[in-house]
């Protein structure tokens, strides 16, 4: 796998807590800066007939094809975790191999944003998790996106305690106002 200069992984304490909308939001603004970015989904798995798929709003904030971001054989129109979405439409597994196989970066990206799917340990594979997924691309950063619930500060505290061995920064997604606190 060509790396960027920087390696982020961006995972959730669960899903729909913001980790697009995080990602996207920090592509545009080291975009503002001149600071080259891409971002990477291995594998989306959406509702059919929404086009507000991960990867088309990770391509618009860093203006890349949609279908880079995330290969189109990687796209699974069932709101199920991916292998799950997979086994749905009777397609072949997923495996994490081929994942991180597939990441592939332009030569001068400083910032790469690699976003998994789910919570921490949502499949995204079937022989791996987001936790997985860090083991194996060693990222520099683990960007661990959280929402204002009850709970939440268990549900982060689990997480990092998952990702020891990785520097984490954790990210408050506030969706109703579009604030994000760190």
Do not use: N
Request: charge should be negative.
């Amino acid at each position: 796998m060509t790396r960027p200069s920087r390696l982020i992984l961006v995972t959730g304490t669960g899903t729909e807590v913001g980790k697009t909308w995080v990602t996207a939001a920090l592509s545009r603004r080291l975009r503002a800066f001149g600071i080259e970015v891409a971002a990477r989904k291995p594998a989306q798995s959406f509702t059919p007939g929404d086009t507000a798929t991960d990867a088309a709003v990770l391509g618009e904030a860093t203006d890349t094809p949609a279908d880079t971001v995330c290969p189109p054989h990687r796209w699974y129109p069932v709101p199920l975790a991916p292998p799950m979405a997979a086994d749905t439409l009777q397609l072949a597994p997923i495996l994490l191999d081929d994942l991180v196989a597939e990441l592939d970066w332009p030569s001068d990206v400083a910032i790469g944003f690699v976003e998994g799917a789910g919570g921490l340990c949502s499949p995204i594979a079937h022989d791996g998790d987001t936790l997985s997924l860090a083991q194996r691309v060693r990222p520099d950063l683990v960007l661990l996106v959280t929402e204002p619930v009850l709970g939440v500060v268990s549900q982060v505290r689990l997480a990092a305690r998952a990702l020891t061995g990785h520097e984490v920064l954790v990210a408050e997604f506030v969706s109703s106002s579009g604030v994000m606190r760190r």
